[in-house]
């Protein structure tokens, strides 16, 4: 007897558009990591004694695509 349950084919997820609640959260968290990022790039720029690659709006906006999706997947 075969089982038929097992071999079942499974669709392939579509990527859908970024809603608007993903780029509300988005935001508040870019700014809330705004001022921390400009902070941890000061401190490197005089520890190192020069401009790092990362400026501070790119750090936050790392930071923010790292962030927001772990809540939507929660």
């Known amino acids: ?11 392939a997820r ?6 608007t609640e993903f780029m509300v959260y988005f935001a508040i968290i870019f700014v809330a990591t705004l001022p921390l ?14 401009l ?4 501070p709006v790119a ?5 923010a ?3 927001t999706p772990m809540i939507f997947s929660a």
Not at 14 to 19: A, G, L, M, T
Not at 37 to 50: D, E, F, H, V
């Open 1 to 11: 007897m075969t089982d038929a349950t097992t071999q079942t084919p499974t669709q």
């Open 65 to 67: 695509r790292i962030i």
């Open 37 to 50: 990022a400009c902070l941890t790039w000061a401190l490197a720029a005089i520890k190192s004694g020069s």
């Open 14 to 19: 579509s990527h859908k558009p970024p809603r």
């Open 52 to 55: 790092t690659d990362k400026g």
């Open 59 to 63: 750090r936050a906006w790392s930071q």
